[in-house]
């Protein structure tokens, strides 16, 4: 069973930074496309971000210039890095990656339990 370790969220204030991090459990073989989205209170949950197998990145506009995604093969971990955070941008975060379990498998997607970040001074 393939687990997601996310981490990096926390309380931080007005126009500071967070980096997220998403690792893939070391059963499995890679991950090839990493995702994050967030999900606010009471809102549904919103696709921020994704990078191709190759490492092309986008963002969506909403955070685009503040967030950035990429990705550590050998560490089979996705990140996602915010800058000058807002206090809308208070959610839990989720990463959702597609992975490989073995040499031969097909890729998979797995949602992580999210991680929550609140941006408040």
């Known amino acids: 069973q393939v687990q997601l370790v996310e981490s990096g969220g926390g309380l931080v204030q007005p126009g500071g930074s967070l980096r997220l991090s998403c690792a893939a459990s070391?059963?499995?073989?890679?991950?090839?496309?990493g995702r994050w989205y967030r999900q606010a209170p009471e809102k549904e949950r919103e696709f921020l971000a994704t990078?191709?197998?190759?490492?092309?990145?986008s963002v969506v506009d909403s955070v685009k210039g503040r967030f950035s995604i990429s990705r550590d093969n050998a560490q089979k971990t996705v990140y996602l890095q915010m800058n000058n955070l807002k206090p809308e941008d208070t959610a839990v975060y989720y990463c959702?990656?597609?992975?490989?379990?073995?040499?031969?498998?097909?890729?998979?997607?797995?949602w992580g339990r999210g991680t929550q970040v609140t941006v408040s001074s």
């Open positions: 959702n990656p597609d992975v490989i379990v073995g040499p031969r498998g097909k890729a998979t997607n797995y």
């Open positions: 070391a059963d499995t073989y890679r991950i090839t496309y």
């Open positions: 990078i191709t197998p190759e490492g092309h990145a």
